[in-house]
Structure formats: C-alpha cells, structure tokens
C-alpha cells in the first residue's frame, strides 16, 4: 500500500470514528440519564478495558519500560480525553436534556482555537493577526449557533449557557488530547495508546466515584443500561477509539481535523432523522460560519505560520 492510499484509509478510518461517536451522543448516551455522569464515564472505560484484558494483556509488561514522561503522556490523554472531556460533554447534554445535541457537539469544532491559544500561553508564541479575525468570526459563529437571533437571558437560557461551557470545556480537553495522542503514536502502537487511554481513565474515574460517594450506583444500574454499556464497548467505544488512533497515525492532524467534522455532521443528520430536531436559519448560518473559520484556521496552520515567537 503506497502512501497515498495509507493516508485515504487513515481518513476513513476517523470518519467512520467519528460518525459512529455521533451515532452514540445521539441514540446510546442519552440512556444513561437516570446515572451519575462520573459513574457513566467509569463504566464506559472499564467493561472495555475489562474486555482489552482478554486480548491485549500483554500490553502491561510495557510498564516495566516506560518512563516517568511516558505515564504523564499516557496519563494526560486519559485525563483530557478520557475523563475531562467525556464527563464535561455528557453533563453539557444533559444541562439541555439531550434536546440541543447539534449545537452542544457543533460547539466543540472549536478546538482549534483554544489549541492554538493555549500553545500562545504556555509555549510563549505570539499569535497572528489572521488567527485572531478567523478566532473572532467562529466565537461569534457559536454564539448564533447557541442562541439564534434570541438575546441571552439567564432566566430563559441558563442550562444552555451553561451546557455551552462545558461543551468549550470539552473542546479544550479533547483538543488537548489528540495532540497528546499524536506524540503518543510516535511512541507507542496504536493497541498501547488504546489500551492505556482506557485503562488510565478507569483508574482515574475510580477515584472520582470512590471520593464523591457514587459507588452505591451500582445497584441503580438497569437492564436497558448494562445492555447499552456492553453496546457502547463492544462499538462507538472500544473499536471507535481503535479506528481513530488507526488514521491518526497514518493522517497529518490538518487532516484528521478536517475528518472529525463528520461528528457533528452526524449529530446533525442524526438529530434530525432520529429526534426530528433541526436548526433554525440563525443556526445553520453559524454552523457554517463555525466549520468555515475552524477549517480557514486548521488550513492556515500548516499553511503559514499561525504562531510564530515572540520577540
């Protein structure tokens, strides 16, 4: 296989990744709302990890080689990717009881943005002025996107506001946790990353549920629920996060991002055929503006140099 074709399938790869994480904010997570968000995020790591364990188990002589930098890498996608972001995107479609899917996952197209500012913070780099008018356009593309001609009103919009931060928490958690994935994939195979990633969070939300008291739901699990963990694990979660480190590491990142798109497409199209939920005009127009501006700052950052050093 030449790398042409490498690089075709590692896109599809992502985009079959990312419709089947659409098909699951839609149809499967919503399931769940009878459970603590914490607890939902552990049991949705562990049954996989539990299942890894079967195949993969050989994967934890590889302890016994890494080093002190190789569990902060492994542990920060855990923590961004696994915990942070899956706990702050479910309680986002929760505040709006699973009724503003599109708008919820839409808003977390803008990732690139804060992977760019944070990269202005931490690593002393000074941003351009075309990143700072394409950064404004998709802030304001998301706030059509989130309100629509309506004026924000705390008394009216309140979960919705709220449900938008925490989808710009996600955002920045999962946009912290592909670029933390793509050095790991310099490093390690794509069953490593995965099988860390899962059993790292596991760990991680274990300690959540233990210190906030939500061990005891347990018993609250039912029957549609445990059928629809072993569903989320044996599909969108276990073989999704494998088909996305796939074409991640055949795929440049302006390509997986642009790949990852086809999640909130599918949230859309899924909404509306499922839920028979739309976007209004308003809407729409910021979800283009939204795509438009996160594809023009993607583009531009390996076109020209978004960032460059300070003097």
């Known amino acids: ?54 195949f993969l188990f050989k994967e934890y002589k590889k302890l016994k080689s890494f080093r002190k930098n190789d569990f902060l890498l492994l542990f920060g996608i855990a923590l961004f990717g696994g915990s942070l972001g899956t706990m702050a995107i479910i309680k986002a479609l929760s505040l709006t009881q699973f009724d503003h899917l599109s708008v919820i996952v839409l808003i977390q197209k803008l990732q690139p943005v804060f992977a760019i500012i944070l990269a202005a913070v931490f690593l002393n780099e000074r941003l351009r002025e075309d990143f700072v008018v394409w950064a404004i356009v998709a802030i304001l593309a998301s706030y059509f996107l989130t309100f629509g001609r309506a004026t924000p009103s705390l008394d009216k919009h309140a979960n919705l506001i709220q449900a938008t931060l925490w989808s710009l928490l996600a955002a920045i958690s999962f946009g912290s946790a592909t670029v933390l994935g793509k050095a790991a994939l310099t490093k390690f195979s794509i069953k490593t990353v995965a099988f860390y990633r899962f059993g790292f969070t596991a760990f991680l939300m274990l300690f959540y549920i233990i210190f906030a008291g939500k061990i005891g739901e347990f018993q609250n699990i039912t029957t549609q629920n445990g059928k629809f963990f072993l569903l989320i694990a044996l599909t969108t979660g276990g073989s999704g996060v494998f088909l996305y480190y796939f074409g991640l590491k055949k795929v440049k990142a302006m390509a997986s991002s642009i790949c990852e798109l086809f999640f909130p497409l599918s949230v859309v199209l899924f909404d509306f055929f499922i839920n028979k939920n739309s976007l209004s005009f308003f809407q729409m127009l910021g979800a283009i503006m939204l795509i438009i501006s996160t594809l023009e700052i993607t583009f531009h950052r390996h076109r020209i140099r978004v960032l460059v050093p300070r003097k």
């Open 1 to 54: 296989m030449n790398s042409y074709h490498k690089k075709v399938v590692g896109a599809l790869a992502i985009i079959l990744a990312a419709t089947m994480w659409g098909l699951d904010g839609v149809v499967f997570t919503p399931k769940f709302f009878n459970l603590d968000i914490g607890f939902v995020v552990f049991m949705l790591h562990l049954i996989p990890f539990s299942l890894m364990n079967l």
